[in-house]
């Protein structure tokens, strides 16, 4: 019998880290984004791990700088973020849907996972994206931890740039995760 785990945001951490190139990224700082608001459910069947599968649905407005700067600098990043780089008025979901998810148990309650899966970003689907993590089971909740990364330029993001390319980021942008999950029902 397949179980349904419901995606917690609230007791979870997602973050993006970016990081700085150019002449004055000696000078930038490499910004972290969290990621606040997103759902979705993660099913399989109990011991097995049988008929795995995750879906998940993050609110792109939701991404905010995390970073001790100043408020000033943070609101011109995410403005930024929000109207240039995401266009989160056209796209306003990020979207991953696993197609394949194997299980290795590497003890007691922990597992280790790869999942493939697609993901929609900026109205863009790349299939075969590959994430790893290790995941706990204890009783009625679990606990996946890990990290991936993904390219902007993949779906079709310019990645941000400013003082006439003096201070940029770089296409590659690093994901972690330990996102928590309750069992429905």
Same mark, same amino acid.
């Given at each position: 019998?397949?179980?349904?785990?419901? /995606?917690?945001?609230?007791?979870?951490?997602?973050?993006? +880290?970016?990081?700085?190139?150019?002449?004055?990224? &000696?000078?930038? %700082? !490499?910004?972290? @984004?969290?990621?606040?608001?997103?759902?979705?459910?993660? *099913?399989?069947?109990?011991?097995?791990?049988?008929?795995?599968?995750?879906?998940?649905?993050?609110?792109?407005?939701?991404? &905010?700088? $995390?970073?001790?700067?100043?408020?000033?600098?943070?609101?011109?990043?995410? +403005?930024?973020?929000?109207?240039?780089? @995401?266009?989160?008025?056209?796209?306003?979901?990020?979207?991953?849907?696993?197609?394949?998810?194997?299980?290795?148990?590497?003890?007691?309650?922990? %597992?280790?996972?790869?999942?493939?899966?697609? &993901?929609?970003? %900026?109205? &863009?689907?790349?299939?075969?994206?590959?994430?790893?993590?290790?995941?706990?089971?204890?009783?009625?909740? /679990?606990?996946? *931890?890990?990290?991936?990364? /993904?390219?902007?330029? !993949?779906?079709? $993001?310019?990645?941000?740039?400013?003082?006439?390319?003096?201070?940029? /980021?770089?296409?590659? @942008?690093?994901?972690?995760? !330990? $996102?928590?999950?309750?069992?429905?029902?």
């Amino acid at each position: 019998m397949i179980v349904q785990y419901r /995606l917690v945001p609230d007791r979870s951490k997602f973050t993006v +880290q970016a990081f700085a190139e150019g002449l004055f990224s &000696v000078f930038g %700082h !490499d910004p972290v @984004l969290a990621i606040k608001d997103f759902s979705g459910e993660a *099913q399989f069947v109990p011991g097995s791990f049988a008929e795995a599968s995750l879906k998940m649905a993050i609110k792109a407005d939701s991404i &905010v700088v $995390i970073d001790e700067i100043k408020e000033k600098d943070r609101a011109e990043i995410e +403005q930024t973020m929000r109207e240039q780089v @995401l266009e989160m008025a056209k796209y306003p979901e990020i979207v991953f849907v696993s197609s394949d998810v194997s299980v290795t148990r590497v003890a007691e309650g922990r %597992h280790r996972a790869r999942i493939i899966g697609d &993901v929609t970003l %900026h109205g &863009v689907k790349q299939k075969n994206l590959w994430i790893t993590s290790q995941i706990t089971v204890v009783e009625e909740r /679990l606990r996946a *931890q890990g990290n991936f990364s /993904l390219k902007q330029r !993949d779906f079709g $993001i310019k990645p941000f740039s400013a003082a006439g390319g003096t201070i940029k /980021l770089k296409n590659e @942008l690093k994901f972690s995760f !330990d $996102i928590a999950a309750e069992k429905e029902g």
